[in-house]
């Protein structure tokens, strides 16, 4: 599970899919940029074992996934990843009940939520945003809470840059929350 990019530079590699998605409810739209319906993110961090969740616009959502990657960098900055085959195995769970404007996925350690746009102040914006609802909706958090806990303590990343939209995660690390708090 290392990458040997030239003499001396080892890189540890960690697959993930760069494209998962469903189809939008707009119909046909080019793949390349992710919205959304989530498609081409480039996220590092969903990698085997990682549960998305995807808002379902489309009936029968018409789930895709594709572009197989070994590793790649925050950012995405030229295109370039360490592309490779990659074959999964998904379970999909519909929670109807559940309503969403972004993409959010959990990791064994951290909950994330994702924001896609032209603009990278805007992407950021619906990154944090659903961050704060998520920690308002499934912590029980008040809004102005979840604001200061996400200044303190949650990370917000450059996904990718390079596929029309660019895409910002907020990475909130599940062991903060100890359960010997009161919520409000």
């Not at 530079?9 to 739209?29: C, D, K, N, T, Y």
């Not at 490779?84 to 999909?92: D, M, Q, S």
């Not at 746009?117 to 659903?130: G, Q």
């Not at 998520?134 to 809470?145: A, I, N, Q, S």
């Amino acid at each position: 599970m290392i990458g040997h990019f030239a003499p001396g530079i080892a890189i540890p590699l960690r697959p993930f899919f760069g494209s998962m998605g469903v189809a939008p409810g707009s119909g046909r739209i080019d793949s390349a940029p992710p919205f959304a319906h989530a498609g081409n993110m480039d996220n590092k961090e969903l990698v085997a074992g990682t549960t998305l969740y995807i808002p379902v616009a489309a009936a029968g959502a018409l789930f895709i996934a594709g572009d197989g990657h070994a590793g790649q960098g925050n950012g995405e900055v030229d295109i370039t990843a360490m592309e490779t085959f990659l074959t999964g195995t998904f379970r999909f769970v519909v929670h109807k009940r559940q309503s969403l404007l972004w993409p959010r996925a959990e990791t064994p350690t951290h909950y994330i939520s994702m924001g896609f746009s032209p603009d990278l102040k805007e992407a950021t914006e619906h990154a944090l945003r659903d961050m704060i609802d998520f920690l308002v909706t499934e912590k029980h958090m008040t809004r102005d809470d979840a604001y200061m806990l996400s200044s303190v303590a949650v990370d917000l990343d450059i996904s990718e840059l390079v596929d029309g939209n660019v895409g910002v995660h907020a990475m909130c690390p599940k062991n903060i929350f100890t359960g010997s708090g009161t919520s409000k």
